[in-house]
């Protein structure tokens, strides 16, 4: 068989997987076998085509994964953990709290630090932030 054509088999295969499966992971083995053909174009034998093709085809899946995965990255948005939520709500006091106390958030207790003047109980406060496990509040 014509390496030119077995070559060319290879990549054809592996792109209509490629595309079948979605997964673009094959697609690399198609770019392994362009450079396969090239190879044999510029008169190298059998052996040094299979050895370019298994680098170009490792170095292509590495590219192919670094860009996906940065791709797949951004996309996803980030889900927020549960007291990150609580961030801009504003809680009545329970208590008097000067700089730590308690307040009750969805049924929670938290401790938390006061940013700014001293809140009376029965006040509202605003949850401007976290630090540690603590839920940073001002009035």
Same mark, same amino acid.
């Given at each position: #068989?014509?390496?030119?054509?077995?070559? /060319?088999?290879?990549?054809?295969?592996?792109? /209509?997987? +490629?595309?079948?499966?979605?997964?673009?992971?094959?697609?690399?083995?198609?770019?392994?076998? $362009?450079?396969?053909?090239?190879?044999?174009?510029?008169?190298? +034998?059998?052996? +040094?085509?299979?050895?370019?093709?298994?680098?170009?085809?490792?170095?292509?899946? #590495?590219?192919?994964?670094?860009?996906?995965? %940065?791709? $797949?990255?951004?996309?996803?948005?980030?889900?927020?953990?549960? =007291?990150?939520?609580? @961030?801009?709500? =504003?809680?009545?006091?329970?208590?008097?709290?000067?700089?730590?106390?308690?307040?009750?958030? +969805?049924? @929670?207790?938290?401790?938390?630090? &006061?940013?700014?003047? %001293?809140? =009376?109980?029965? =006040? %509202?406060?605003?949850? /401007?932030?976290?630090?540690? &496990?603590?839920?940073?509040?001002?009035?």
């Amino acid at each position: #068989m014509d390496p030119i054509l077995l070559w /060319v088999i290879i990549s054809i295969a592996a792109l /209509v997987i +490629d595309i079948i499966t979605s997964s673009f992971f094959i697609a690399g083995f198609t770019i392994g076998g $362009i450079f396969a053909i090239i190879t044999q174009t510029l008169g190298g +034998d059998m052996p +040094d085509q299979i050895f370019v093709f298994g680098v170009a085809s490792v170095l292509a899946i #590495m590219v192919e994964y670094m860009w996906f995965r %940065k791709k $797949i990255k951004k996309s996803i948005p980030k889900t927020p953990r549960m =007291e990150e939520e609580y @961030i801009g709500r =504003e809680i009545t006091a329970e208590e008097d709290i000067d700089k730590q106390g308690r307040i009750k958030v +969805d049924g @929670i207790y938290w401790t938390v630090q &006061n940013e700014g003047s %001293k809140v =009376e109980k029965g =006040e %509202k406060v605003k949850i /401007v932030g976290i630090r540690g &496990n603590k839920l940073l509040i001002k009035k």
